[in-house]
Structures are given as structure tokens and as C-alpha cells.
């Protein structure tokens, strides 16, 4: 954002965020120098699951080259899920980050009150560096700071570098995922360990060399192979997921229904509607828009990693934009995601491009990029999507794997 588009409060922000970087600065103790040894890594990544996600290929990075680090991912616990079973670290703490709860705004002063406890605790944990993961993220910064953590790697965001030893350019026309890779190579290269993207700079190379990363263990497989079970037939399994994080970003129920009837009638596909507590009324409306028959619907009967279990067993994963598509990416089927404002070229799947297929008008307006809660859903660039536009993908997609 400029310094011509910022509010006047977030300019009176900016101001003591550097007044802060300054202060804290001063009296620090001088940082580890080249080689030295970290014992104890600190990575910081408050956003919810898909991005979380992104961090899988960086974190097993890490832990190949610091395997005699202590490693302490700190994410707010809607996201605990997703590193569950990760075997990358040795310590999930899990913060209610401020302006991440989705929750209404309360007391001002209480982030500053959860940041204080929280400096306590982590400078008692005595880090020896932290990454601060998310560009402009502020909060995290000045808790690292905060807590005296002696190596703080991030972005040059101007929120974000008063508080930093170590600051990366902002990344530019980049996946999330290969920024978390060039954060963690930042702290790499100053340890006098082999990079991560040596050679493999660019997206599309990347994504296959550092596949994100999730097991759903035992449990999970067995409960996902029972639910699949109740499938009569034996043609492909495609799940629909219609519901996203935001309105904005959902496309129209009744053409997903009109997907998948054609891929029923067409393909023999068996259907499967995959969703959350409190989607019911969008896969219920999928469901009631089909003329083929009822889909096995699945809604609000999965946790994570059952649902990654599941697609698993799927030969493709359509809908909108969302955390349920990327678990899909992580989990190696191939999908077909549905992009409006969202930009994906920072915010798509992270995976094979040949398999991992995105969909959208190539529509641009002053709101692209807007996804914010409030938005409503009909937006133009969702609009434009055509039946046909995905269908074509979809046969494509099914036709190299044989309709398995």
C-alpha cells in the first residue's frame, strides 16, 4: 500500500511502529554472527489454513538442514489442524493473533496486553531467531522483537522492517509458498547451510522439488475409505466443494450442479459434495440442482485429515477458491480451482501446474483483490466462468488418468 493510500490512522501506525523498531533497537545485544549455531527457531505464521499450508514445504526444509534445532511453529489455532501430524517441528504454540480471530473487534488495548504475555514466554524459550512469515505482518514482528529473540528474518514491509535484523525485499508477482522458501533460505545462507532454492527459483520448479506436506495418518484413511464405501458403481470419484472463505468467491451453485451431471452423464462419475458445518445450505442446494441423482453428500462429516484422506481417493476435486482445494493439492489429486479477485498467481495451488488446473475470466477491475468478509458474492469475474470452461478442464483431466 502507498503512503498516498493510507489512512490517516494507519500513517499515525506506521510512525510508532518505526518509533518502536527504534527503541527496541537500542541496548539490543549484539546477533549471532555467520556459522553460529542456532539451537532453538522460532517461525511465526498467523493466517488460516491455506496458508499454513504454504509453510509445509519450507518447514521440512528447515528441519532437513537444522536437524539439531529445536523448531517452535507459533499459528493461531484455527490452523492447529493442519500441522497436527507434521513430524517438520519439534513445538506448535498456538496465539490468538489479533486481526486473524474473525472475531468483532474488542477492548484496543488487549493485542498490546496478548503481546506482552506473549514476549514473556517466548523470551523465557530464549530463541536464537525467528521468521516472521507474513509480509505485513507487524504483530509478529514486534513480538519477536519484543520477546529479544536475537535474529529476526521477514519482509521489508515498512510495518514490519523496524523490527527486523534481517529484511528481504517484499515479494513481487510470487506464490506465498515461494516467499516462506526465501525466508527460510535467507536464514540458511547466514547459517552456512545449502539453500532450498538453489537452482529452483522459479514457481512452477519449486512446487515440484518442495510439494506441500500433509499425512492424514491411519485413522483418517480408514474413515475416509468407509464413507466412499457407501458409492455404488464404479466409475471416477469427483468431489465438489462449493463453499469459501469469503462470499466473493463462490460461483454458482446450480452450475456446479450442471458439472457434475454432466460429468455423471458423460463420465460415469460418481459424485461426492464435501463441505464444513455451516455449508449445508450451499451443497445442499448443489444437490437439490442435480438431475441425475443424489450426490453422496459429505458435509460437515470430515475433519482435516479425513478430508484429505478422501481425496485421495477422488480423480478430481472441483470448486472455488479455498482451503479445501489446496488440502486437495496436498493431497495429490487433481483439481480444478475457480479464481475471481483472488490472485493466483500469489494465492494458487502450489503443485503440479499440468495437474492442478486454474480457472478464471481474465476480468479486471479497481476491486480485484478485494476479499474481504462484507463482499458480496456476484461478483463479475465469478460470473463469467462458464459451465463449459470447466468441463473442458474436467475431461481433460480425467482422460489422462484413464477414468480411474
Same mark, same amino acid.
Given at each position: 500500500?502507498?503512503?498516498?493510500?493510507?489512512?490517516?490512522?494507519?500513517?499515525?501506525?506506521?510512525?510508532?511502529?518505526?518509533?518502536?523498531?527504534?527503541?527496541?533497537?537500542?541496548?539490543?545485544?549484539?546477533?549471532?554472527?555467520?556459522?553460529?549455531?542456532?539451537?532453538?527457531?522460532?517461525?511465526?505464521?498467523?493466517?488460516?489454513?491455506?496458508?499454513?499450508?504454504?509453510?509445509?514445504?519450507?518447514?521440512?526444509?528447515?528441519?532437513?538442514?537444522?536437524?539439531?534445532?529445536?523448531?517452535?511453529?507459533?499459528?493461531?489455532?484455527?490452523?492447529?489442524?493442519?500441522?497436527?501430524?507434521?513430524?517438520? %517441528? $519439534?513445538?506448535?504454540?498456538?496465539?490468538?493473533?489479533?486481526?486473524?480471530?474473525?472475531?468483532?473487534?474488542?477492548?484496543?488495548?488487549?493485542? %498490546?496486553?496478548?503481546?506482552?504475555?506473549?514476549?514473556?514466554?517466548?523470551?523465557?524459550?530464549?530463541?536464537?531467531?525467528?521468521?516472521?512469515?507474513?509480509?505485513?505482518?507487524?504483530?509478529?514482528?514486534?513480538?519477536?522483537?519484543?520477546?529479544?529473540?536475537?535474529?529476526?528474518?521477514?519482509?521489508?514491509?515498512? $510495518?514490519?522492517?523496524?523490527?527486523?535484523?534481517?529484511?528481504?525485499?517484499?515479494?513481487?508477482?510470487?506464490?506465498?509458498?515461494?516467499?516462506?522458501?526465501?525466508?527460510?533460505?535467507?536464514?540458511?545462507?547466514?547459517?552456512?547451510?545449502?539453500?532450498?532454492?538453489?537452482?529452483?527459483?522459479?514457481?512452477?520448479?519449486?512446487?515440484?522439488?518442495?510439494?506441500?506436506?500433509?499425512?492424514?495418518?491411519?485413522?483418517?484413511?480408514?474413515?475416509?475409505?468407509?464413507?466412499?464405501?457407501?458409492?455404488?458403481?464404479?466409475?471416477?470419484?469427483?468431489?465438489?466443494?462449493?463453499?469459501?472463505?469469503?462470499?466473493?468467491?463462490?460461483?454458482?451453485?446450480?452450475?456446479?450442479?450442471?458439472?457434475? $451431471?454432466?460429468?455423471?452423464?458423460?463420465?460415469?462419475?460418481?459424485?461426492?459434495?464435501?463441505?464444513?458445518?455451516?455449508?449445508?445450505?450451499?451443497?445442499?442446494?448443489?444437490?437439490?440442482?442435480?438431475?441425475?441423482?443424489?450426490?453422496? $453428500?459429505?458435509?460437515?462429516?470430515?475433519?482435516?485429515?479425513?478430508?484429505?484422506?478422501? %481425496?485421495?481417493?477422488?480423480?478430481?476435486?472441483?470448486?472455488?477458491?479455498?482451503?479445501?482445494?489446496?488440502?486437495?493439492?496436498?493431497?495429490?489429486?487433481?483439481?480444478?480451482?475457480?479464481?475471481?479477485?483472488?490472485?493466483?498467481?500469489?494465492?494458487?495451488?502450489?503443485?503440479?501446474?499440468?495437474?492442478?488446473?486454474?480457472?478464471?475470466?481474465?476480468?479486471?477491475?479497481?476491486?480485484?483483490?478485494?476479499?474481504?468478509?462484507?463482499?458480496?458474492?456476484?461478483?463479475?469475474?465469478?460470473?463469467?466462468?462458464?459451465?463449459?470452461?470447466?468441463?473442458?478442464?474436467?475431461?481433460?483431466?480425467?482422460?489422462?488418468?484413464?477414468?480411474?
Amino acid at each position: 500500500m502507498s503512503g498516498a493510500a493510507l489512512t490517516r490512522r494507519q500513517r499515525v501506525r506506521r510512525l510508532l511502529l518505526r518509533a518502536g523498531g527504534r527503541a527496541l533497537a537500542r541496548g539490543r545485544t549484539a546477533h549471532p554472527g555467520e556459522g553460529a549455531a542456532l539451537r532453538r527457531l522460532l517461525l511465526i505464521r498467523p493466517d488460516h489454513l491455506g496458508d499454513v499450508l504454504w509453510l509445509t514445504p519450507a518447514l521440512r526444509g528447515l528441519r532437513a538442514q537444522f536437524p539439531e534445532a529445536a523448531i517452535t511453529v507459533a499459528i493461531g489455532p484455527w490452523s492447529r489442524p493442519i500441522l497436527a501430524g507434521n513430524r517438520d %517441528y $519439534d513445538t506448535l504454540l498456538t496465539i490468538d493473533f489479533p486481526g486473524f480471530t474473525r472475531q468483532p473487534k474488542g477492548n484496543p488495548l488487549a493485542p %498490546y496486553r496478548l503481546l506482552r504475555a506473549t514476549a514473556r514466554e517466548l523470551r523465557a524459550r530464549e530463541f536464537d531467531a525467528a521468521l516472521i512469515l507474513r509480509d505485513d505482518h507487524w504483530w509478529g514482528g514486534l513480538l519477536a522483537a519484543t520477546a529479544g529473540i536475537p535474529r529476526r528474518f521477514g519482509f521489508a514491509h515498512p $510495518d514490519v522492517a523496524p523490527f527486523l535484523t534481517d529484511a528481504l525485499p517484499l515479494p513481487v508477482g510470487e506464490h506465498a509458498a515461494l516467499g516462506n522458501l526465501r525466508l527460510a533460505d535467507a536464514l540458511l545462507r547466514e547459517s552456512g547451510r545449502a539453500e532450498l532454492l538453489d537452482g529452483h527459483a522459479a514457481a512452477r520448479s519449486a512446487s515440484l522439488v518442495h510439494p506441500l506436506v500433509f499425512a492424514p495418518g491411519e485413522v483418517a484413511e480408514r474413515h475416509a475409505a468407509a464413507l466412499l464405501g457407501q458409492l455404488d458403481g464404479v466409475g471416477p470419484i469427483v468431489a465438489v466443494h462449493a463453499s469459501a472463505g469469503v462470499p466473493v468467491k463462490l460461483w454458482d451453485e446450480g452450475r456446479l450442479a450442471t458439472v457434475a $451431471d454432466r460429468l455423471v452423464a458423460e463420465r460415469g462419475a460418481r459424485i461426492v459434495l464435501t463441505g464444513s458445518r455451516g455449508d449445508e445450505g450451499l451443497t445442499g442446494t448443489v444437490a437439490a440442482g442435480m438431475a441425475t441423482g443424489a450426490p453422496l $453428500d459429505l458435509t460437515d462429516r470430515t475433519n482435516i485429515p479425513e478430508l484429505v484422506a478422501l %481425496y485421495r481417493r477422488c480423480a478430481l476435486v472441483i470448486g472455488p477458491d479455498s482451503g479445501a482445494l489446496h488440502l486437495a493439492v496436498a493431497a495429490g489429486v487433481p483439481t480444478i480451482h475457480l479464481y475471481g479477485p483472488a490472485d493466483p498467481v500469489r494465492f494458487g495451488p502450489w503443485g503440479d501446474p499440468r495437474r492442478q488446473r486454474v480457472i478464471r475470466a481474465g476480468m479486471h477491475c479497481d476491486r480485484c483483490g478485494d476479499l474481504s468478509p462484507g463482499r458480496p458474492r456476484g461478483a463479475a469475474c465469478m460470473l463469467a466462468i462458464g459451465v463449459d470452461d470447466v468441463l473442458a478442464v474436467a475431461h481433460e483431466l480425467l482422460s489422462e488418468q484413464g477414468d480411474r
